[in-house]
């Protein structure tokens, strides 16, 4: 799909290209020596607006996440050439991207202000973050997701299972001993499951397979038995981290610390003040929503 003329893909899969090519975009959003288009003008995340547009044109119907998405990489267009220096440039941007419509004039006239005033980390930048740009994002693709999931190797495996008489002993003894605690891994583990199942059962059947297949389906079970082996020790890190963070009020030293850490390092890297500060079980989260309370 991102190799390929755009125009010869099939309809059904143009918006998975779409988003293909947006996301490429948008995970080199802050490196303005990349280039996607032959115009050098044109800054990653402006490429990326424009492979935005085309999706949204794929929607039967515009939602708000939609609408919080194009307006986010509107400011962070500007934002970024800001924060590089590139004053001009982010003049240059917002006139092509952002319009004298009724809906778009209130936000082109604060743009405007703020490069005029050359300030990169005026509240308006930092409340539209590009961290809030890439959580909206993750957000929308993880709805896409769920709505395109490809169920193949679900049905394969279990077709597979049921044969051999293992779904019982595999899957709804599990399912039923499983506590409250346990529905997020049951979600995620059955397929982890389902296919080593299947590639076992691959790697026995196909007697005459040739010896590189065979250690295809060899290494496919080693890989997915440690997929399940990390999946499991990952949900013990989470459930082990979540009862070590638990609210603790705010100590004035803790909020010396948050301000000198944002004097340094800036709004919005909150992982970078949280290595170098000196915070007792605390998170880059944490760290933000204390930051917005001050």
Known sequence: ALTNDLSKIPPRQKKTAYLCHFLLRIAKGKNLECHFENDQRISPLESALSFWILLEKEEIKLEKLHEDIHRLIQIQVVAVYMENGYFREASEVLERLVTDSDSDKPLRVKLATIIKNKDPYVPLLQSFSYDLLISKIKSYVGCYVK??????????????????????????????????????????????????????????????????????????????????????????????SSDDTKLERWTYKEDLELKSGVREFGVGNWAKILIHGNFKNRTSVMLKDRWRTL
């Open 147 to 240: 709505e395109n999931e490809s169920n193949f190797l679900m049905q394969a495996a279990t077709k597979q299972i049921e044969f051999k008489g293992l779904e019982s002993t595999a899957l709804q003894n599990k399912t039923a001993n499983a506590s409250e605690d346990d529905k997020e891994n049951l979600e995620t583990k059955p397929r982890f499951v389902l296919s080593i199942f299947l590639l076992r059962d691959m790697g026995q059947e196909t007697e005459t397979c040739t010896a590189w297949s065979h250690k295809w389906c060899l290494q496919g079970s080693v890989l997915g038995a440690y997929l399940i082996k990390q999946h499991e020790g990952h949900a013990c890190t989470l459930s082990k």
